[in-house]
């Protein structure tokens, strides 16, 4: 049986202080983890609007798509713009899938969301889009594309007017 000894020895000292230093360095270790998660979510989305924003070709695109300037055929295959647009849609892939995994929130993708949106609308891209997706559909089971497919009517539903 067990007795209860309400004594305090030099023993269960040394050992509350243990504990509690354990504690307190598990704290510790849990604020620093947090601080360098949000660092890395911060420098991730820098480093992606820098490439876009330092890309001439980039920048010019977008706002083809935003004043519905760009028009997509066929005729655009193969050609220098539709690498530009690949790339474009790429850096919004980036930003979907890591929003979908998780890895950056609604607060984060703000930054990013009117742009994605206006992209993600345009009718001309989802031409595009389409096309790509009947062309892998018939040999994939992954869609070319596919997170920024899945955000984009996730965005345009947090972001809209009520």
């Given at each position: 049986?067990?007795?209860?000894?309400?004594?305090?020895?030099?023993?269960?000292?040394?050992?509350?202080?243990?504990?509690?230093?354990?504690?307190?360095?598990l704290i510790t270790n849990f604020v620093q983890m947090r601080k360098n998660l949000l660092q890395k979510r911060a420098e991730f989305l820098i480093t992606l609007a820098r490439?876009?924003?330092?890309?001439?070709?980039?920048?010019?695109?977008?706002?083809?798509?935003?004043?519905?300037?760009?028009?997509?055929?066929?005729?655009?295959?193969?050609?220098?713009?539709?690498?530009?647009?690949?790339?474009?849609?790429?850096?919004?892939?980036?930003?979907?899938?890591?929003?979908?995994?998780?890895?950056?929130?609604?607060?984060?993708?703000?930054?990013?969301?009117?742009?994605?949106?206006?992209?993600?609308?345009?009718?001309?891209?989802?031409?595009?889009?389409?096309?790509?997706?009947?062309?892998?559909?018939?040999?994939?089971?992954?869609?070319?594309?596919?997170?920024?497919?899945?955000?984009?009517?996730?965005?345009?539903?947090?972001?809209?007017?009520?």
């Open positions: 049986m067990m007795v209860w000894n309400p004594e305090i020895t030099m023993g269960n000292v040394i050992l509350a202080s243990l504990l509690l230093l354990t504690f307190v360095g490439e876009y924003l330092l890309d001439p070709d980039l920048v010019e695109l977008y706002y083809e798509i935003d004043y519905e300037r760009f028009k997509f055929d066929e005729s655009v295959l193969q050609t220098d713009q539709e690498k530009k647009l690949d790339k474009l849609l790429y850096i919004y892939e980036n930003i979907a899938r890591m929003y979908v995994m998780d890895n950056i929130n609604k607060n984060d993708i703000k930054y990013f969301a009117y742009r994605f949106i206006r992209v993600y609308q345009n009718p001309e891209v989802k031409k595009y889009v389409a096309l790509l997706n009947g062309w892998y559909g018939k040999k994939l089971t992954v869609k070319p594309f596919e997170a920024f497919q899945k955000v984009g009517p996730i965005l345009e539903r947090e972001f809209r007017r009520r």
